[in-house]
RNA sequence: GGCCCGGUGGUCAAGCGGCUAAGACACCGCCCUUUCACGGCGGUAACACGGGUUCGAUUCCCGUCCGGGUCACCA
């Protein structure tokens, strides 16, 4: 083993100090869950709040999981939620490189070094059965444990194969310190001899992971809750390498129920699925950031953050530690708030290609269409079937001329359309307050309520019970001679 | 099963010893109205249970129950 000690000095010479640094450090699986997602956001929130720096780090390490393209995943996602990083394997960075498969002969080495200073050890065995049938004890009684520390490395130079284990002290306990789960103690007889070398010469997630974190400078480490029980052994390594702990930041799950997290298994969407159901990237954001996360003091009642408002805010002390279940219905009412809150010219260059995929007709104007139905839609995917109908009168039956609110029935309506129809060939213009003064005009004169003869032109125009917008409004937009045709077939429907 | 963590309405949640226990989603009414929405107003609905500590517990402690996590040469 060379155990060169510039190297070692050479590293931590290269990490950076005085700033906040936080890093999003995903395996690449080629699926960006929501639990991911929002661990990505508070890792970048932290970073960003304290003006401190973001790095993304790919871990790689496990050989028989890699996915074609899951890198890309990972990209695309982070940069269509604008959660930019300051460093990774893309842009470089002072302590390059960023993914874990790059940097095995680091591990190698620092693994050694345990070995040297002798909180870790050579294991020979085959394969970890003995914890098996050691009963009460999780933890097996390694034989290679107490190998005599030269025959062992004789071993390993004569090119034996072999794991390195940590060294787990037999007696007494560890306390770490989480930021949100406060001080947890436990014994050190329930931690096992964890391997940090695999016998392929990488390093398991948790090794890698503390190398990595130390020699990156991270201060915060924020990650699922599920590597709770793992942070006591990671405490000792950082005691082991005489390393200052980061602060731990442990996210409980995102759940699909009460007992299921997410998962891409169970068929829940992640990030690319929900925006391609229509959602909107930031209500996506804004609604996952607040399962698990919620301001406090003055801002307790607020609920809509942009990405900005989120960095100001957040804190960790507003973090839960319950899990949270993902409900897709407060999702679509943030979407929807969030369209209602665009602008009528942002909101029509959203809306229009959904317009356009129902409609192709060049007469109908998108633009009138966007207006009367940003108050009316939660997500954009929901467009085309709501505007189908100013393409191709649908098929109906004369049960819609019935509504008893307004006093209409087959034989009112077809009262009404006979005297809409000279009107309309008769307006001057046709404009929303032509066609809709002349109608009023008309119900006035026929001694009808507005309702009674609005329903009837509007089921005619549109074939359909339920449409964004009015009688005038339809009308408007069908135009005139479109109006009349449609009239006509609602009274032959009549006839 | 051992160890660790958690437990306020169906859901997200505020609360951090004294409150008629916020707010939002969903749901149900009413108003507005040219259908549906939007908007406005109102309503149903919660501190898992049992012991302590305390003048006083949703809040602190213990136990029970329930749920989750973890016990890999996966992350």
């Given amino acids: 083993m060379d155990l060169d000690k510039s190297y070692f000095e050479a590293m931590e010479a290269k990490i950076p100090k005085g700033k906040v640094r936080t890093r999003f ?114 933890r097996a009684d390694d034989p290679c444990r ?30 770490f310190h989480d930021a949100i789960f406060g001080d947890i103690t436990v014994e050190n007889s329930t931690l096992d001899d964890q391997v940090l070398l695999k016998r392929d010469g990488l390093p398991t997630y948790n090794f890698a992971n503390v190398i990595d974190d130390h020699l990156m400078g991270i201060t915060h480490v924020v990650r699922g809750s599920e590597y709770l029980s793992s942070a006591p052994k990671y405490d000792l390594l950082y005691q082991a390498f005489g390393w200052e702990v980061p602060t731990y930041v442990h996210c409980s799950p995102v759940m ?39 301001p406090r003091g ?27 279940i993902f409900d897709i219905d407060k999702l679509t009412h943030f979407n929807a708030l969030y369209l209602r809150a665009m602008s009528p010219e942002d909101f029509a260059r959203a809306a229009e290609p959904y317009i356009r995929q129902a409609v192709k007709n060049p007469a109908i104007d998108a633009a009138q269409v966007t207006a009367l139905l940003q108050a009316r839609c939660e997500k954009l995917t929901e467009i085309p079937e709501k505007v189908d109908f100013f393409e191709a009168l649908p098929d109906y039956g ?33 404009s929303q307050d032509s066609i809709h003064d002349g109608l009023v005009a008309l119900a006035e ?26 009688a005038v409004e339809i009308c408007r937009i069908l135009g005139r001679e479109e109006t009349l045709r449609r009239i006509r077939l609602g009274l032959d429907k009549l006839a």
């Fill in 25 to 138: 450090a995903p395996s690449p699986t080629g699926y960006m869950h929501v639990g991911n997602l929002r661990t990505a956001l508070y890792t970048w929130l932290i970073a960003r709040h304290a003006g401190g720096t973001f790095i993304l780090r790919i871990e790689d390490t496990d050989q028989s999981r890699q996915v074609e393209g899951a890198t890309e995943v990972i990209y695309r996602t982070l940069a269509e939620c604008r959660l930019d990083h300051d460093e990774g394997p893309d842009l470089g960075g002072p302590v390059a490189p960023y993914i874990q498969s790059q940097r095995r002969d680091t591990y190698g080495k620092y693994a050694h070094l345990l070995v040297e200073k002798g909180h870790a050890y050579y294991c020979f065995c085959e394969k970890t059965e003995s914890e098996e049938d050691s009963g009460q004890f999780g």
């Fill in 146 to 175: 107490d190998l005599d520390p030269a025959a062992a490395r004789a071993r390993v130079e004569a090119g034996e194969p072999y794991v390195v284990r940590q060294r787990i002290p037999k007696e007494g306990t560890t306390t």
């Fill in 256 to 294: 699909r129920d009460a007992q299921n997290k997410m998962s891409k298994r169970h068929g829940d969407p992640s990030y690319e699925d929900l925006r391609d159901q229509g959602y909107l990237t930031e209500a996506i954001l804004n609604y996952v950031a607040l399962l698990g996360w919620s």
């Fill in 298 to 324: 003055e801002l307790a009642e607020r609920e809509v953050f942009s990405l900005e408002d989120l960095a100001q805010a957040f804190d960790l002390g507003g973090m839960s530690k319950s899990p949270a």
């Fill in 398 to 430: 004369v049960e819609l001329f019935t509504n008893k609110k307004s006093k209409t029935d087959p034989e009112v309506s077809k009262a009404m359309l006979q005297a809409a129809i000279p009107m309309l060939e008769s307006l001057g213009e046709w």
């Fill in 445 to 470: 004169s026929l001694g009808v309520k507005n309702a009674t003869l609005m329903w009837p032109v509007r089921i005619a125009a549109a074939g359909k019970a339920v449409t964004p917008g009015g």
